[in-house]
Structures are given as C-alpha cells and as structure tokens.
C-alpha cells in the first residue's frame, strides 16, 4: 500500500522520526543509575513498546490501566509492568492477581488508599499471589496520591503488614509542571515536586522500610527528574512520538505522529474542510496544527471536519491530503484501530492499536 491509497480519516507514524525519538531516549538513559519506563498509555501498541524495549535503558514498562497490563502481558512485551494508578473498581484487583499468578510477571500497582489496598490484598490473598505496590504520593498534580511525608510513611507500614502484597516503594507524577515551556521554572518547580518524594523515600528507609523503586517524571521532565539522585526511573511516554504541545518545549524529540485526512469541500479561497474532525484527532490541549502547509491554520473541529484557514493562494483542491498535528497524542490515538507505518511514501506496516478502548466493555458486550 502507498500513502496515498490510505483511507481517511486515519493514523499515520512518520517511522524513521519516531525511530530517533526512541534512540535518544534511550541514549539519555544509557548513563546514570535511572532507567526508562516508557508509559504504553501514550501509544497503546504493541509494535511501539517492543521498539522502546529493543532499544534498551528500561526497566519495564508504565501502564495506567488494567486493560493495558493485560495486553502487556498477552503480547509478551515485558515481564515487568508499572500500573502507575490507582487499580479501583468491580474486578479490578481480581484481575491484577491473575496477571501476578504468571510466574515470571511481576506487576506493581500504585496505591494511595487504604481501602485500594485492602481491595489488592483480597484479591492476592483468595489467589495465592503477592502484588507489589508503590505507595503513589501526591507532588503537587490534583489528581491521585497521599500526602507526601508521614501520611504516605504510614500507608507505606500498612503495605508492609499486609498479606498478599510487598512494598517496593514509591512513585510521584509531576504531571502538573511537564508542560511548563520556561525551562528554569520548569527545572525549579520540579526540583520541589520531586523534593517531596525524595524526602518521603528517606523517611520509608529510616523507618527500615524497602523502597527500591522511586518512580516519577514524564517527557517534559525526563532530563531534570531523571537525573535527580535518588530517582530510580522515568515514566515518560509522549516522547516517542510527541505533539504539539511538547514540541514548543526545548527537548530533542521529533514529531512523529499526525492525523491524515482528505480535503471534502473548498467553498471559499481561504478555507478548506477536510475529514479529519474531533472523532479523529482529540482537542483537548488545544486545537491541531496543520503540518507542512504554509500560513494554515485549523479555525475548528466539528464531529467529521476539521475547518481550515488557507492563504487564498493556496493551490489545496478538492480530493488533497491535508496533515493535522493532534495537540495531544494518547486521546487522539485512543480514537483509532490502527496505525500506519510510514517510510517515505510506503506505508511500511498497519500496526493494531490492541489497548485502545475498554477491553471489559467489548467483552461484556459479546457475553451478552
Ligand atoms: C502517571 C503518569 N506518569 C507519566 C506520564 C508521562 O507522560 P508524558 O510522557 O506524556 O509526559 C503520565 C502522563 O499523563 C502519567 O499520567
């Protein structure tokens, strides 16, 4: 197949620029004693990972969801997983110790609560399995994580004293400060997230506690948490293949990624509406940009178009391709079945995005 026989709206991988990305990802982690944790959730497919594993510096892989540790394990990617989330909800822990039972998997979940913790351990106790856990400590992101210090100490002795699970330390995104594009008040507003869990792992091993893992960082950070002593490893993902929004940030990766579509419609000289709309390229960082067009600029998404601004002068015509840059890649990837592979103008491979979606609601809805 070529480029140009692929239907639209689709998913295209520039493979070459992705292949440098995760070359001087893996570069970077050759030195020092952090590893790389490449988060799947960015990407959701299997080809990528073993890419990212291939290249080595990595201790495993990040998730964020049971479905994807579930497709980890199925696709035999790695057999040393992260869920850096909280695992909550019917079925969950149940899962996860099924996953544990595997002899030579070993699986970790982020645990921030006593009650998701007692929910773990029911779970590894009825089958027979330890799960690890990392206590998930709050660094200054509204969203999951204990209170940094005593609070998270003494979530970290439950985790000790409870049977079914082992403690292996901790973990701290700081998902609040990777986007910052000022580099200096990038590197100081991490340095204090990051200050938080450092100081909490100190305490753990004062308190004679284990925790060799101190996991954190994403890829607007990889080169500032990553080479905090103490830091053990790097859970970024969006660097692979990056957005537009990493790419005003000063780091040395490339996009790789964008949202092919056909241009429907060019009612005015300086517009034109092209297929690729919101159902195929997520907005929620901001609107697109259009790749390798001069001065055109996406006015709007609806459901199936994307509305484009055009220099009247434009030669675009009904029936042209048009690229769009998603602003953020893990919502837009999580749109689509597949990837295309591109090498220069073949499509080198259609790569299945098997984590996408909830595999429990495709399930439930073939049971019932
Ligand atoms: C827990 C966690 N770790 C790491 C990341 C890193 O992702 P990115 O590479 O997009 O910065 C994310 C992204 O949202 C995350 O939620």
């Known amino acids: 197949m070529k480029l140009s026989e692929i239907p639209t709206p689709a998913l295209l991988i520039d493979v070459p620029a992705m292949q440098r990305n995760i070359e001087r990802m893996a570069e970077f982690f050759a030195e020092g004693q952090c590893r790389l944790r490449p988060h799947f959730k960015a990407h959701k497919t299997p080809e990528i990972a073993r890419r990212q594993l291939a290249a080595g510096s990595c201790s495993g892989l990040t998730c964020a969801t049971v479905d994807e540790a579930e497709v980890i394990a199925a696709e035999g990617l790695t057999d040393d ?4 989330n909280q695992v909550v909800g019917p079925g969950k822990a149940i899962r996860v110790a099924k996953l544990a039972a595997s002899a030579d998997f070993d699986i970790k979940v982020a645990v921030d609560s006593e009650a998701g913790l007692a929910d773990l351990a029911q779970a590894a106790q009825d089958a027979g399995v330890e799960i690890g856990v990392v206590v998930d400590v709050n660094v200054g992101l509204p969203r999951c994580g204990i209170a940094h210090g005593e609070p998270a100490l003494a979530l970290a002795r439950k985790v000790e004293a409870t049977e079914g699970v082992t403690l292996r330390g901790l973990m701290g995104y700081e998902g609040h400060v990777v986007a ?15 200050s938080r869990l450092l100081e909490t792992a100190q305490l753990l091993r004062e308190d ?3 925790c060799d893992i101190v996991s954190a960082g994403g890829t607007g950070t990889y080169d500032i948490t990553g080479r905090m002593e103490g830091i053990t490893e790097i859970q970024a993902g969006s660097y692979v293949l990056m957005d537009s929004a990493y790419a005003k940030l000063d780091i ?13 419609s060019r009612p005015r000289p300086e517009l034109c509406a092209a297929d690729n709309g919101h159902k195929a390229c997520s907005q929620d960082h901001g609107n697109p940009d259009v790749k390798g067009v001069d001065g055109a600029s996406v006015l709007f998404l ?15 015509a009904v029936g042209d391709r048009i690229e769009l840059w998603p602003s953020h890649i893990d919502p837009t990837i999580n749109l ?19 984590a996408r979606g909830y595999a429990e609601q495709r399930k439930s809805g073939r049971d019932s």
């Open 180 to 194: 910052i594009e000022d580099r200096a008040e990038r590197e100081a507003r991490t340095a204090k997230a990051m």
């Open 252 to 264: 040395p990766f490339e996009q790789a990624f964008s949202v092919l579509g056909t241009v429907l």
């Open 81 to 84: 997983v992260l869920i850096a």
């Open 302 to 316: 609806s459901d199936e178009h994307a509305t484009i601004a055009l220099p009247p002068e434009s030669a675009i």
């Open 336 to 354: 689509h079945d597949v990837l295309y592979a591109i090498e220069g103008v073949e499509v080198a491979g259609v790569w299945p995005i098997s």
């Open 208 to 210: 004679g506690l284990p």
